[in-house]
């Protein structure tokens, strides 16, 4: 599996910004798929998470209701809409996938992207 992420950039605090990630593999529809990120010098933080059908979302606290993962397994694609950024949400996001567990609240994935930066000004 390989994963391809972009849409990072700058964006004003307030600002709202959207991530994707391509996949491979013929099988994306069944793969669990999830968003992280990690700030410089701090640890990896579970963003949000969505099912293979993109019927169960799971999101960390810091985001929820701000962000939105999506999925169009037509495109084999995953996205990350983010609204009313605040500078504490500057970091290299990253997305997973899991083709083996449906387990949503599972942090642990086999497969990552390289990461794309996203930077809020105040």
């Known amino acids: 599996v390989q994963l391809q992420a972009s849409g990072g950039g700058l964006v004003q605090a307030g600002g709202s910004l959207r991530l994707s990630c391509a996949a491979s593999g013929r099988t994306f529809s069944s793969y669990r798929m999830g968003w992280f990120r990690q700030a410089p010098g701090k640890e990896r933080e579970f963003v949000a998470a969505?099912?293979?059908?993109?019927?169960?979302?799971y999101y960390g606290v810091s985001v929820k209701g701000r962000f939105t993962i999506s999925r169009d397994n037509a495109k084999n694609t995953v996205y990350l809409q983010m609204n009313s950024l605040n500078p504490e949400d500057t970091a290299v996001y990253y997305c997973a996938a899991d083709p083996y567990s449906s387990n949503i609240a599972d942090p642990s994935y086999p497969y990552w992207g390289q990461g794309t930066l996203v930077t809020v000004s105040s």
């Open positions: 969505v099912s293979w059908s993109g019927g169960t979302k």
